[in-house]
């Protein structure tokens, strides 16, 4: 027998969910403009949201290491990725804000959600802390569609990771910058790269 009480309680949760939600929206989009302007980065400065020595990243790191009877860095990286790209893509819901708003990854982490950008440094940040200080992400800007792909230098090749396509290996950086349309010069095209120490500006 189905207890309508309960049915009727979950309602009003989802409800009153439905109105709190509605509500923060409004205020966000109250002070959409405020919160922009506050939010702006300048593109040099997108190395301080990779923080692959936060202790919610190497919390995550150190759970994906555990699932390998010793983690060996020179034999088991490959699969780790895999497995940072696993959890990624699959834990952390991909929403689209109305405004822009950076997130770190501690706190994509913590709200178990972000747009492409937000998982793609989360990713950039938990590959690093798995061990690869090599590991950059490279967004490609061309219109206004974006391409972001994580990569690293492993073993004389790249292991890259994009959201949407998954794992591949590749013999060198140049063939994956091949890979993705990046080559010669380009003025409809911006691409870059960057990591917690670096950023490089390619096209």
């Given amino acids: 027998m189905v207890d309508d009480s309960k049915e009727r309680k979950s309602d009003e949760d989802i409800e009153t969910l439905k109105r709190y939600n509605q509500l923060y ?12 302007e506050n939010e702006n980065l300048y593109v040099a400065e997108l190395p301080k949201l990779i923080t692959p020595d936060n202790e919610s990243v190497v919390g995550l790191a150190n759970k994906i290491k555990s699932q390998f009877p010793i983690y060996n860095y020179n034999e088991n990286f490959p699969d780790a990725v895999r497995i940072a790209y696993s959890y990624v893509k699959d834990n952390i819901l991909l929403v689209n804000l109305p405004i822009q708003f950076w997130l770190k990854p501690e706190e994509v ?12 440094t989360l990713l950039c940040s938990l590959i690093i802390a798995l061990g690869n200080v090599s590991t950059k992400l490279i967004i490609k800007v061309e219109d206004s569609e974006r391409e972001f792909v994580v990569y690293s230098e492993f073993n004389n090749s790249i292991i890259a990771v994009d959201l949407e396509r998954g794992v ?16 010669g010069e380009n003025e409809e095209m911006n691409v870059y790269e960057f990591n917690d120490k670096m950023y490089n500006s390619i096209i």
Avoid: Q
């Fill in 25 to 36: 929206l409004e205020i966000i989009m109250r002070y959409k403009e405020y919160i922009e």
């Fill in 168 to 183: 591949k290996e590749y013999k060198s950086r140049e063939e994956l910058l091949k890979a993705m349309g990046v080559y």
């Fill in 109 to 120: 982490i913590r709200c178990g959600a972000g747009d492409i950008f937000d998982k793609a």
